[in-house]
């Protein structure tokens, strides 16, 4: 079993750059919070809302850091590579 998760975030870690690993972590916070906010809204209704609260964060996270990286690689980083060094 550690060798098999070992060699998942081995994989992971080489087929993904840092903006899309940050990405999953945006994703993954949010899917398991909801989750836990779910299982503690039956216990504790306070509690569970104040957890759904991280939940919507860490979705507006997402959204917002996708948002953000696409208008950067569409303005900048598209630019960068198409334009040739000057001499």
């Known amino acids: 079993m550690?060798?098999?998760?070992?060699?998942?975030?081995?994989?992971?870690?080489?087929?993904?750059?840092?903006?899309q690993k940050?990405?999953?972590?945006y994703l993954?916070?949010?899917?398991?919070?909801?989750?836990?906010?779910?299982?503690?809204s039956l216990i504790n209704q306070h509690f569970g809302r104040a957890v759904l609260i991280v939940t919507l964060?860490?979705?507006?996270?997402?959204?917002?850091?996708a948002f953000v990286w696409?208008?950067?690689?569409?303005n900048v980083l598209a630019n960068i590579k198409t334009r040739s060094p000057r001499r």
Not at 28 to 40: H, P, R
Request: proline share 0%; aromatic share 12%; hydrophobic share 55%.
């Open 2 to 19: 550690e060798n098999q998760s070992g060699a998942l975030l081995r994989k992971w870690h080489n087929n993904y750059n840092e903006r």
């Open 57 to 65: 964060l860490a979705f507006g996270a997402f959204v917002v850091n």
């Open 70 to 74: 696409s208008l950067l690689y569409a």
């Open 28 to 40: 993954l916070l949010g899917v398991v919070s909801f989750v836990v906010a779910a299982a503690a």
């Open 22 to 25: 940050l990405q999953h972590v």
